[in-house]
């Protein structure tokens, strides 16, 4: 990677609320970087998240399934000039036990169709760039079906192959860019349906969590780290004990 003398930047996809406003908050008070470019559809919301510490910020309204998203980030990459982190949080998922199609649709338009517009062209640009960290926000549930949300667990299932083929890809290529897959059981966000929750961190823990993860060059984490446990049980669980849940 060519040497820089000017702090690069960094930019939180989905900063709007839950786990991607406090990663952008945290990484906009270490000083790490020069600014943190944020990026979601409802403005409001961003400035909301940037008032904290205006002059750290730099915000981009635009809706990530549309199809000229990537240009909107493009054009984010180059107000920041130089970026070297790119975190990918946003998303949706709902209980779906009816099998709504619309709600079923929904969920793979933002989880499958946009996020792979979005990380392809984040790999790219970090490649081209010469190395980099890119992270993206999956789900434990990716780990095994749901009949309670099968759009959300089959799109996030979708999320931590994707990713992991980047790492492949990255190795095979000796490529100097870092992909890490962020993984949450339950988190206290908007985000959070159903009943039967435990081992629930606040936003603000899983954003110190994805930043130490990205220092690290953390393939894989676990938020909290106990949910790896449940990650480890749910990959073992017999396909016939699982169809009974």
Known sequence: MAKRTVKPGA???????????????????????????????RGLMLEDTAQVNPD???????????????NELGRL???????ELIVVCSGTGDVNEKLDEAVELNTVKLNVE?????????????????GGSLAAVTSVMGLRGSRGAPAY????????????????????EKSKVTVTDIRPGSVRTDMMKGEGHF???????????????????RKVCYVSRRWSLVGALLKMLPRRVHERM
Do not use: C, H, M
């Open 11 to 41: 930019i939180v996809i989905g900063a709007s609320s839950g786990i991607g406003r406090e990663t952008a908050r945290l990484l906009a008070n270490l000083g790490t970087y020069s600014k943190v470019g944020i990026t979601g559809r």
């Open 56 to 70: 750290r910020f730099e915000i981009a309204v635009f809706d990530a399934t549309e199809e000229d998203a990537v």
């Open 77 to 83: 990459i180059n107000t920041l000039g130089d970026v």
């Open 114 to 130: 946009a996020f792979t517009r979005i990380v392809g062209y984040a790999y790219n640009y970090l490649e081209v760039r010469g």
């Open 153 to 172: 667990a089959a799109s996030k299932a979708y999320q931590i192959n994707y990713l992991e083929g980047l790492r492949q890809k990255a190795r095979r």
């Open 199 to 217: 081992w629930i961190p606040e936003p603000y823990r899983a954003a110190e969590l994805v930043v130490e993860s990205v220092n690290f060059r």
